[in-house]
């Protein structure tokens, strides 16, 4: 017994258009819903409080004095040929190692050097403002290059001196930054 006002039921092998319609509605609907409810709680007095709190906490951590470099005692440090010994580095795989990250640093140091004089080139000869815009944006690109210098830079300087010295104390030696 069927009246006239229900609509014929989805056929059989599901591939009506209103039904996927439809559903796809009510998952937009959900989705939308949920959103609304997670953004009141975003907006919520306690959470609103609790980021006050956290970012407090930040600004204090950011602007906290430095504390003062407490300069290390021989004792400290570890014997760079003992501590190669104890994780089986022979003298030979250190050497080669070395000249790995010789050729490592200068190698990303001149492509960043390229990717620098690269991006000056760009910005002389731009035209339009999208590549003025690019033109000032590149040199971001040398970045990564240049962190991957300084590391490279960095462990052949502990190679060189056979000293396993943390990064504070190879930054505070400008004469040894180059490999």
Not at 122 to 149: G, H, N, Q
Request: hydrophobic share 45%; charged share 20%; aromatic share 8%.
């Amino acid at each position: 017994m069927s009246s006239g006002n229900e609509s014929p039921s989805p056929p059989a092998d599901g591939n009506d258009e209103a039904a996927t319609s439809r559903s796809f509605g009510k998952r937009v609907k959900s989705i939308g819903r949920g959103t609304v409810r997670y953004a009141g709680r975003l907006a919520a007095v306690p959470a609103i409080i609790g980021m006050a709190k956290w970012t407090g906490q930040l600004g204090k951590t950011i602007t906290a004095p430095p504390r003062p470099h407490q300069p290390r005692r021989d004792s400290d440090f570890i014997d760079f040929d003992q501590e190669m010994r104890r994780i089986g580095i022979s003298a030979g795989d250190l050497e080669k190692k070395r000249r790995e990250l010789l050729v490592q640093a200068w190698m990303s140091l001149l492509v960043a050097v390229v990717l620098v004089a690269w991006a000056i080139r760009m910005l002389l000869l731009a035209s339009t403002i999208s590549d003025f815009v690019f033109a000032l944006i590149s040199p971001c690109a040398a970045l990564p290059m240049l962190a991957l210098a300084a590391t490279a830079a960095f462990r052949h300087w502990q190679i060189r001196k056979r000293r396993l010295g943390g990064w504070h104390e190879w930054l505070s030696t400008p004469s040894e930054w180059l490999p």
